[in-house]
């Protein structure tokens, strides 16, 4: 399998893991929460959000496409076609990999301390891992609502708050509870 994919990700195969292997197209009706080391051999349909950290800690290789609402990312990912998330791509700490062979299209996409190879596809708002712009803050902040952050006082020896990126735990919490994300699913809700 490691030769299949290549990258970063290739060095988790290598480690017991007790990796799970389906073959063919996997497709999973509701929001799910892996606990597991999972290699699909086709594509994979999540219809809802993927969360890999909920319930444990979840490893993900796609070998073809993955179609999800949000995806939200801790352990090791790679997916070896594109990567489609209708909502949020949120992808958290540095001890693992983020790797899309073709390209990442969402309508949000976040690397927070997480290493990210990947082409950009279609993607409404991009806040980079190392280094975002200011103009990547403010558009997040355009279209996220104010809860996905981090409700700190601010410090003026620390990043502004509006350069804050959104909050991993504050955004797992708003899929599980199924709050919305962004300004305008929440404005229709009322």
């Known amino acids: 399998m490691a030769r299949r994919t290549g990258g970063q990700v290739a060095g ?6 007790g990796w799970y292997h389906h073959t063919g197209d996997l497709v999973l009706p509701k929001d ?4 597991i080391a999972l290699v699909v051999d086709g594509d994979l349909v999540v219809h809802g959000f993927l969360d890999d950290h909920a319930s444990g800690l979840g490893m993900l290789v796609v070998l073809g496409d993955l179609v999800v609402r949000d995806l939200m990312s801790y352990g090791a990912l790679y997916v070896g076609g594109d990567l ?3 909502g949020v791509v949120h992808a958290h700490y540095n ?7 073709g390209a990442v299209h969402a309508r949000a996409l976040v690397l927070d301390d997480k290493f990210g190879d990947y082409r950009r596809g ?3 708002v991009e806040i980079d ?10 558009a997040a902040h355009e279209i996220f609502v104010p809860e996905v952050y981090e409700e700190e006082d601010w410090d003026a020896d620390e990043e502004p708050p509006e350069s804050r990126r959104p909050s991993p735990d504050r955004v797992r919490a708003r899929l ?3 709050r919305p994300l962004f300004k305008a699913e929440a404005e229709r809700s009322g």
Request: without cysteine; aromatic residues 12%; proline residues 8%.
């Open 12 to 17: 988790f195969h290598a480690h017991d893991h």
């Open 32 to 35: 799910t929460d892996p606990d």
């Open 84 to 86: 489609r998330a209708q």
């Open 95 to 101: 001890d693992f990999t983020f790797e899309v062979a």
């Open 122 to 124: 279609a993607l409404g």
């Open 129 to 138: 891992v190392y280094g975002p712009t200011p103009g990547q803050h403010r």
């Open 176 to 178: 599980h509870a199924g």
